[in-house]
């Protein structure tokens, strides 16, 4: 994902027509020209069973409880055309319950308002120098929540290191 990538596809899903148009400009101010946007939970939804995007950005308040529903569904469901698309989920006012709550169903980053094209480009950089691996778990599927390794901590999944 660089600076430049007119080829990367961005659905964004704000319940305001003027936010979500903000941040359209943003993404095209960065390099990113094909960008859809929905105002609701049900359209954006449908918008992401239909096809594939390159990054998802939508806002906590689109559906509350059903929007974070709707991430962990497309992330259990195997044929689903963005199961492991990024997806930066936007807030005005984020709280560490919501912040857990969002990760725990899914989402990839965060982008608290107000915000700039820089921190979105931030973001995108930072997943280009460190991706997260996809992890398929009992009650979780979804980008590793993990951020850093603890040395000497016991391995979890198979695709941990082994121990020294």
Do not use: C, W
């Amino acid at each position: 994902m660089s600076k430049r990538d007119p080829a990367l596809s961005v659905l964004v899903a704000d319940p305001s027509s003027h936010m979500a148009s903000l941040v359209a400009v943003m993404l095209r101010s960065i390099g990113i020209r094909s960008v859809g946007a929905t105002l609701d939970l049900p359209h954006a939804a449908a918008e992401l069973a239909r096809r594939p995007y390159g990054l998802i950005l939508i806002d906590e308040q689109l559906g509350g409880k059903e929007g974070f529903d709707m991430i962990r569904a497309l992330r259990h469901l195997a044929d689903h055309p963005n199961r492991e698309t990024p997806i930066f989920m936007m807030a005005g006012a984020p709280d560490a319950r919501m912040i857990a709550t969002a990760r725990d169903a899914g989402v990839t980053e965060f982008l608290k308002k107000p915000f700039s094209a820089e921190h979105i480009q931030l973001r995108l950089d930072g997943l280009k120098r460190a991706p997260r691996a996809f992890v398929e778990g009992q009650s979780y599927t979804g980008p590793d929540r993990r951020r850093r390794t603890v040395s000497g901590a016991t391995r979890r999944r198979a695709s941990d290191p082994p121990a020294a």
